[in-house]
């Protein structure tokens, strides 16, 4: 075994003689330690792994490169797919990218998995009984990345939710809880304020909710949710939600269980996988012996399910368990209880592998198994998409009245397109609006076919014309659609 | 004292004698309840104040106003504009619009404050010494309601972050901490993802942080803040967020405080505030004189601190906190204790009226007051914008190759506009793609002047034109803005 990168020579031998490859990147602080903690106890336990690293990390960073990562270690995850990744030091300052980002847009890893699960009586927790997973999606949601300023006043984020990006992960959730033996989904989403986005992801989890009947689903909103999984996080088995809502979720449970040093996580892709503990590279402990490795034995472990090695995954996470249950504890969960006692990583790792092969006597065993593969469902989607209309959006920042916006831009409209409406943030001030409502520079006019009709491309352009040639600073404009007849935008507030 | 609508006469007539028009919604199931608890409270302590009826809710709902509230209800709001409101019950099926919604974006109503205290020892709680508030901005972010589907599948939600909409937020939670002995405000953001949105808000919290030196202050990430929050409530004082954070945070706090049933919550407006207890109007112990109306009085005495009768207000708060040593308990938070009596709605009351003037003799006694007012700095912002290129979306559900769509653009781009990338959901996709990401039908494509020179308005249009003439369905645009010579744009992942 070697974690140094192989020849090309030895790569051939070892794929030959059915070991299997792993992309290792050993991260900053603690890392290299719990790294080799985690190969010492592989080895151990016969696992059949060799290790390809990859320098990545604070090094990197400060070598100039901003994303934290070489360009040829993409050729090597590309013949090596599955990743085991330690922490990450990202220096301060600005322009350095969160490497985890970009491995995971990269590489396409649209599902996050966060078990959280609490280990008493072993280990203290406020939750005792505790043992539940976060699949939160990955790459959508205010986090695609898509920002513009366009006033001097306001900015804004697209939140994107898509169909197809929303059928992988309620897929993955679902083939996740059937393989795994879990009995229960809950969604969670705010789709009583964001009802097309957010309801299309509860919408499409209720679809496919019907193809798994021996899986419970349950959708909840996301405020009231993250609070009852804040307090009584026993009640959750698998918890699925969109982006924002799975990395505040994901944090939560880990710190509410106490376990953030003992959670991995895995992030998958339709044909690349990684797998990390979710803590900080903790450089004021590093090379002190103290560090906790269980949260990337945990990733390791999950990383053999997903290669399809269980047994050895369910050997070694039963040999954490009663290494556990003998006392042998890192100084971050070491409260000085009888029958305990304080070990560094080392000693940790050797109470690990002494335990290969020996079951936990009173923890509770969960056997892991591969979810099967996510399959889209082939559609040709038939849905008829008819343009009515468009919002245009307008930067006034001197002379903020509403009527004579309004006024001038009926002047403007045509016998193809009527002004609707005008919002500020979202409220209507025009026609009818409330003297309460706080007017910023930012301005969205909303024209709509008359008579209901449907238009041109052509008509908004002739429309978009007319108001660049009065001098209005058209800004952005976003189509109004029907599908299927129905409206695929919102109403105003007060519309 | 009158809680219907009285006549013009009498009010005139109240006027003169100095006593105070409040409107009041008493709201559904338990709320006529715990209304009446709170006026018999306010009598007692010799608050001053009249009640003027609305009629909103279940019945308006029902009647078929989809907003739940008459239309001649903005008129008594704006004659009276202290509004006291106990919970709704939306009806099920879709259409209803939220009643606080419609209130809060129609009168403008920017700040939304929520306290979380404990009762220690007196009601359990997981997490004694608890006594925070979280300032949360109202109007904005993705509830500004703005969503569109512009595509079979993809669905887009607006977040909108304002300078001067975060300004207004960010002064009172500085005015309200000043003003209130609170040490510290801890801003949360995810402006390491939302650099341009979340960015703004921290930057302007750490902007007017410098005009309060005597408050500490902090910044955290959501998902780190939310897990410490849910964990630890201990360690905050005031907790300022954008809208959906401290949408989420505010649920957080009541349910690990344990306090859902005792959290009075305000939203303060310009000219406008309206004061209400967070819980829900549970309809099934609704008439049984069993519901708790502590949180409608908390609520009524934030009311009172708002005023300018602060006095009344910690007579008020003193007595329910002497009523809770006392060993006074509704059901909710009655669990057995020695020298605990389980009371019903009207004997909790008549026990705090029986203390009127008693202090309590364990509990922490914090004295309110009203904040300062909030006054923006009066500024003409004098920044340069120059439109340096345009973002443009199309649909494009066949043929999804980048390469293609990327090469038919460049031919179509002229000596002004040039193709810079392709992303999908915010990843690069042309040129120089990776073969993983997953593609969708939404394309977004971006265009910039050449050189670096600024365009026009006229020669987006022109763009447009050859696209549209060319077969191109473009879904939406977004100008891309320099201000003062910097991208008010954020960049494609791999750009």
Chains 1, 2 share one sequence.
Not at 132 to 142: A, P
Request: aromatic share 6%; proline share 4%; glycine share 8%.
């Amino acid at each position: 075994m070697s974690s140094t990168v192989m020849s090309e020579k030895s790569k051939s031998e070892n794929l030959v003689e059915g070991t299997t490859t792993i992309s290792l990147i050993k991260g900053d602080g603690i890392g290299p330690e719990i790294s080799n903690s985690v190969i010492r106890i592989l080895e151990a336990a016969g696992a059949g792994l060799q290790f390809a690293e990859i320098e990545a990390g604070e090094k990197v960073y400060l070598s100039g490169k901003t994303s934290g990562i070489p360009d040829n270690a993409w050729e090597t995850l590309r013949k090596y797919p599955i990743l085991l990744k330690g922490p990450i030091t990202t220096p301060r300052g600005s322009g350095y990218k969160s490497l985890n980002v970009t491995i995971r847009k990269t590489l396409g890893l649209y599902a996050n998995l966060r078990p959280a699960r609490t280990y008493d009586p072993f280990v203290k927790t406020k939750h005792p009984g505790t043992d539940m997973v976060i699949v939160r999606e990955n790459e959508e949601d205010t986090y695609a990345g898509i920002e513009h300023r366009q006033t001097r006043e306001v900015t804004q984020c697209l939140k994107i939710i898509t169909q197809p990006g929303t059928e992988k992960i309620v897929r993955y959730a679902f083939e996740f809880a059937k393989s795994n033996g879990r009995k229960k989904i809950t969604c969670m989403v705010k789709d009583n304020i964001m009802k097309i986005t957010d309801g299309l992801f509860n919408e499409v989890f209720k679809e496919i909710a019907k193809e798994y009947p021996e899986i419970e689903t349950e959708s909840m909103i996301i405020d009231i949710g993250a609070a009852l999984l804040a307090n009584k996080p026993q009640r959750f088995d698998v918890v699925l939600a969109p982006n924002l809502y799975g990395d505040i979720l994901s944090d939560i449970a880990a710190e509410v269980t106490g376990s953030v040093g003992m959670c991995g996580s895995s992030n998958i892709g339709d044909s690349i996988a990684m797998f990390e503990a979710v803590h900080g590279s903790a450089p004021d402990i590093a090379g002190k012996d103290i560090a906790n490795p269980t949260a990337l034995i945990k990733a390791a472990v999950m990383m053999l399910v997903h290669i399809g090695k269980a047994e050895i995954a369910n050997k070694v996470r039963n040999a954490v368990l009663r290494a556990l249950e003998d006392g042998y504890r890192t100084a971050d969960i070491y409260t000085g209880e009888p029958n305990t006692h304080k070990v560094g990583t080392i000693a940790f790792t050797d109470a690990i592998i002494e335990r290969l092969g020996k079951n936990p006597e009173v923890l509770e065993v969960r056997n892991f198994s591969k979810p099967g593969k996510v399959v889209l469902k082939p559609v040709t989607n038939l849905d008829t998409k008819e343009l009515v209309g468009v919002d245009i959006f307008l930067d006034q920042y001197e002379n903020r009245d509403p009527e004579m916006i309004g006024k001038r831009l009926e002047k403007l409209a045509d016998r193809i397109l009527k002004l609707k409406m005008i919002t500020n943030r979202g409220v209507k001030v025009y026609p009818e609006g409330q003297p309460e409502t706080f007017l910023t520079d930012h301005w969205r006019c909303r024209f709509v076919a008359i008579q209901g009709s449907s238009i041109t491309h052509n008509q908004i352009l002739a429309l978009l014309n007319k108001l660049i040639t009065d001098g209005l600073d058209v800004i952005k404009t976003e189509n109004l659609y029907e599908f299927n007849g129905k409206p695929g935008y919102s109403l105003g507030q007060g519309e």
